[in-house]
Each structure stands twice: as structure tokens, then as C-alpha cells.
């Protein structure tokens, strides 16, 4: 059984900060690429940032992504935070098992929300 769990996500007012985390545990055998994600109300999930097992990183939006394999968490530091970054922020990982299948898994999601 393998799982992701987000946290730290809130309220905050505009210009703040907030750090996600999702930290995934099970019958892990390694955590390969693990990727940000969010949804606005009433629109696509869209794809917030991406970090490989070595640490190399992709952006689509401007937060800093980061992992610490030995905790098996990734992380996302979220500055200058805008009302349109509102949304529902989920963590996704491409897990191998110790049973050595491998499969995509999400967490259940947090809730971001930047509003005065």
C-alpha cells in the first residue's frame, strides 16, 4: 500500500508564503519523478512543477520545488502568492513498489487559498 499526503496548505493573505509538502509512504522501493499539480474552481488541473529522483526541475509556474528522497517528501515553496493562485494543490509521484511494479499516484490534495 503506498500513499502520498499533502499538507500546508490555507489561507493567506496576498504577497505571503506558504510550503506544501507531500510525503509518501508504503511498500516503497524508490520515488521517481514527483510533480505539483493544481485546479482552480471551475477550470483543468494544471501542471505547477516537476522534480526528478536526481533533483533536476522543471517549472510551468514560478514556485521553487524541492525533495528530500530520504524522507521520501517533496516540497513547494510558494512566495509572492496571488488570488489567482487559489486552488486545490495535488502531489503526484511515479512510485515503484517493493514488489517492483510501478504506477502513478496522487494525493487526496490540499487547499491553497490567497485572499485579503
Known amino acids: 500500500q503506498v500513499q502520498l499526503v499533502e499538507s500546508g496548505g490555507g489561507l493567506v493573505q496576498p504577497g505571503g508564503s506558504l510550503r506544501l509538502s507531500c510525503a509518501a509512504s508504503g511498500n516503497i522501493f524508490r520515488v521517481n519523478a514527483m510533480r505539483w499539480y493544481r485546479q482552480a474552481p471551475g477550470k483543468e488541473r494544471e501542471l505547477v512543477a516537476v522534480?526528478?529522483?536526481g533533483g533536476s526541475t522543471n517549472y510551468v509556474g514560478r514556485f521553487t520545488v524541492s525533495r528530500d528522497n530520504a524522507k521520501k517528501t517533496m516540497y513547494l515553496q510558494m512566495n509572492s502568492l496571488e488570488p489567482e493562485d487559489t486552488a486545490v494543490y495535488y502531489c503526484?509521484?511515479?512510485?515503484?513498489?517493493?514488489?517492483?511494479?510501478?504506477?502513478?499516484?496522487w494525493g487526496q490534495g490540499t487547499q491553497v487559498t490567497v485572499s485579503s
Open positions: 503526484n509521484a511515479y512510485i515503484t513498489t517493493s514488489l517492483m511494479t510501478a504506477s502513478d499516484y
Open positions: 522534480i526528478t529522483s
